[in-house]
């Protein structure tokens, strides 16, 4: 198992202070359920199948790259009742490979914890954005925004459209407020993450986000 502490996401910060994040980079979201509700389906011997409402989430996450010609995605999972992925925003519309590394981002030994709110050996700068990305207001504000390629920009358009698709399902359905992002920074800061959401189905007993069906 990986050593990647998801114990970290219970607590509150907030987002780097004057850092683009339009720019190219690689980075880490999560996106919770309202009251961590295990609405996308189930997990049996570690490995997760999706219900109706857990495949609307997957394919919306697929149609991002589709949608936005800025955007790659790395690996992902779709929990019981939380979203982890790795998004890389493109520069100029090339595929920058490892190139696209968060430029600007502070030294991993200069980040003070207390301010980020991050567990020590975890990888730095992953905290909980506070704003209020499903407000009516925001996602006018970002639809005109010329900072179309944004990283909250992004997630607020896929948190949306999942959220419509389900209510015209039939269903009931919100999301969590607030999201999580972490910049990753190297390629251990990766190589971390990947296996990470590569073993989640496997620890579930053990997340953080874990609830009994």
Partial sequence: MNKYNPNIHHRKSIRLKNYDYAQEGLYFITICVQHHQCVFGNLTNGKMKLNEIGNIVQQEWLKTADLRPNVRLHNFVVMPNHFHGILE????????????????????????????????????????????????????????????????????????????NIHLAGYGFEWQRNYYEHIIRDYGDYSRIDDYITNNPIGWEKDRFYKKY
């Fill in 89 to 164: 925003i493109v520069d100029n519309l090339m595929d920058v490979g490892w190139r696209g590394v968060a430029r600007n981002a502070p030294p991993v030994e200069n980040v003070d914890d207390s301010l980020w709110g991050v567990a020590r050996n975890a990888p730095t700068g992953y905290h909980q954005n506070s704003r209020n990305i499903d407000n009516e207001m925001n996602e006018y504000m970002a639809s005109i925004s010329p900072k179309s390629g944004e990283l909250g920009t992004i997630v607020r358009a896929f948190k949306s459209s999942i959220t419509k």
